[in-house]
């Protein structure tokens, strides 16, 4: 009797939009997790846009749309085609953004995109570096513990050549800081981002 | 009683498995090419999948009933249909249609330089202007290195397809500038007055614009002022020229720009000789401010004013007085005001409106007679601007100009007034994605010239397949004779027809493109007999070629522009139809630029070409049938990226025509013919070199 009770109580329990969110999405993280290869990125991009046009209430489902877009882009290798999967990245982000505004993850994932919008064509978009630092600089603002902030801060002026400031001996410092603040992080929810600690060793162990 | 439990459970389960609609097919493009990496989504459901490399799909949904199914791609028009789901197996096989993407719709350039920065086409940004080599960051110097255009250097403006430097004007947001170039001395060109670093693009047409643009017959450049600056900072340029500071200040939503300048060739005249004697060396001081307001998400309003006061005196060479240099000087004041406002009106409309002033002011003693000059432009202009369609407008405005002149020798004064109005309009109909045209007019009336005139312009872009495409323009353009007539008299305008063939081709960062043009002139203003009159006429006809290629090196672009320039005409002084001295027939030019990432340099080369131009020689019995040797010019430029006291800093080095050629752009004779004097560059080589600084940001700020 008690399992019967159980499963009509699960069944009817999974009926609740919260949960059937929740177990979306659950499922979407664990396919991005899992993707390494453009394609598999793309895929979970697909799944988290389905998700966010069937949630239009939630910022979650946008933001890891617009993380896994961004990650097709990175690995692409048509610059043409890598900036529209930017794009859509960035259009996603700002989505996100309306949802939640003031949150220090969104602001962090937009620095990131618009930094490599930015490495598309550095001399005609030179205006979208100071975007990307500004939108770091007010995710740092909301939340100086999101050890994002500082991968991709790190990140970005580790590619950035040394005469415009950049350069592995300048990131050193900042991705130290991020690998130690990824060490402490503890996420809110069971959905919230977490990505970016073994990202942070990587380049760190480069700076070397 | 268990057991049961788990049937149940086990058939609720079943059931639930059973609930399901396996959804496949194939998607593909209007054409039947398979179109993979598109999602699909069963509308509000979290369902649905992405297409494998063959454009095909399957996935199962346990939704029920009807519902909407969603197919998106990028570059192909988002697109659903209706399906019922009842657990029988669903194939759905479907097309997407080619979106209307900015880089692959056809577009209005037939006389358009599109550089491949997409459809509106910034053919140089202020960046791409600081780096080419010969340019020293002057907006009209890199434009000569496009083509169309002629390689000046005795002269003011850009002359562009047999058309006078008068027949280029020059719009700042769109409102035109009346005196955009600096003061000089005769037989030698000048920088513009107007910063490069203030513009976000400027994109020069040889030939075919738009009917907002008037009162030019060859010509517009057209210059686009940049929006808020990102941050608070201070920009410091030191140069062998001279000196200057700007300080850019953020708001949240407004930003205010205050700079300073001082320019004394002085120092550089000692080392670099110069042709002429220089009682003064050129001196200038200026100032100016720039204040930006974002007004709502869509408007913005912009304010730019400047003032400039340069002093000049020389000795030049003259061909009637071999042995003793006339003396000349020049003290120019200049006063500048330029104030746009934009807003867009919902999604379908847009306002326009701005304001300027211009006010140049000369004086000085040429050989032993004193001068003055006084020009003004004051403008007023209104757009309105409708979008409909997918991609489709219609705007249209009036302006209204007043300007003159006063002037005066020894005294005796002269001057004119006139007050010209104007109205336009035109519609860019996209008759498919692949097809536009242009329909447009505009008429004119002058109070001096007591006349009206009506000027229709029309322009077609074909997209033959992926990236080429074919336009044609034809525009009826009229200007009021130049000022220098206009104050002795009451004349006609002028006027030109344009006939514009191009075909281009942009494959990604690449540029191909040829035009051939068909220019006719009439009632040009000629002095006959010590008279002025309409009555002269004439024809350019011509080819370009240009390409450009930012792929093929890594690091590096380059781009080669050739023109060919047939004209003859018959205005001014001259007695018969002829080729005019600022028409060369050949002109090429190639610019390179190349960053070396482990010297954090930028080198630039440009080399131009001009085969010999037409000169007066009044011992010859044909008019005009001389020329000059063929031009040759290689410029190289250096831009090194550093820090000093922790701020980021450019070295600037640019030196002009380094191999030192020895180039003549024409020859002045003596009035009875017996002696003649080359006219040749102020300085044979020129060098410059600079420290551009900006405080309070990593990045290249101005």
Known sequence: ?208 | MKALLITLSLSLIILLAHAQTTISGILTTKKGNPLAKANLSIKNSYDGTTTDNNGRFSFTTTETGNHILQFSAFNYETDSIRIELKNTPVTVNFSLKEAVNELETVGISAGYIIAGDGKKGAVLTSLDIATTAGANADIFAAQQTMPGTQAAFSENGLFVRGGTAAETKTYFDGMLVKSPFNATVPDQASRGRLSAFLFKGTSFSSGGYSAQYGQALSSALILESKDLPEKTTTGISLLTVGTGIDQNIRFKNSAFTIGGYYYNLKPIYHIIKQENEYVKAPEQLGANIHYKWKTSASGMFKVYAAYSATKLAVFRKDADHPDSAVYFSNHNSNVYINSTYKEYLGNQWKIEAGFSYNRDKDQGILTADDYTRQDHLSQGKITLTNYFGRLSDWKTGAETFNTGRRESLNGQYRSYQDQLSAAFAESDLFLTSKLVLRLGGRAEYSSYLANYNLAPRTSIGIKTGGTAQVSFAYGRFFQNPEDEYLVLQKLNYERADHYILKYEINPNERNFRIEGYYKNYRQLTREESGKLNNSGSGYAKGFEVFWKDKKSIRNADYYISYSFLDTRRIFRDFPVMATPSFAAKHTATAVYKHFINSLQTQVGGTYSFASGRPYVNPNSTIYLSDRTKNYNSLSLTLSHLTHILGQFTVLYVNANNVTGFQNIYGYQYSSDGMNRRAIVPGAKRDLIVGLLMTIGDNTFVR
Do not use: H
Not at chain 1, 37 to 50: G, I, M, S
Not at chain 1, 99 to 108: C, G, P
Not at chain 1, 131 to 141: P, R, T, V
């Open chain 1, 1 to 208: 009797m008690l399992s019967f009770l159980l499963l009509i109580n699960l069944s009817s329990y999974a009926q609740t939009s919260t949960d059937k969110f929740k177990i979306g999405m659950l499922k979407g993280l664990e396919e991005l997790q899992k993707a390494n290869q453009p394609d598999e990125f793309l895929k979970t991009a697909n799944y988290f846009e389905r998700v966010a046009q069937a949630e239009s209430k939630q910022w979650l489902p946008a933001y890891y749309a617009a993380y896994a877009n961004l990650m097709t882009g990175l690995m692409g290798s048509d610059k043409k085609v890598q900036d529209q999967y930017f794009d859509k990245a960035l259009q996603q982000i700002v989505q996100a953004d309306a949802l939640a505004a003031n949150n220090s993850e969104i602001l962090a994932l937009k620095g990131y995109i618009q930094f490599m919008k930015m490495s598309i064509d550095p001399q005609a978009r030179l205006s979208l570096m100071a975007e990307s630092s500004a939108s770091l600089g007010k995710a740092k603002a909301l939340n100086p513990d999101n050890p994002r902030i500082y991968l991709i801060n790190g990140q970005n002026i580790f590619y950035t050549p040394e005469a415009f400031g950049g350069g592995k001996a300048k990131a050193k410092p900042i991705l130290e800081n991020a690998v130690a603040k990824f060490a402490i992080f503890k996420a809110a929810t069971d959905l919230d981002p977490i990505w970016g600690a073994e990202r942070a060793k990587t380049l760190l162990a480069q700076c070397k």
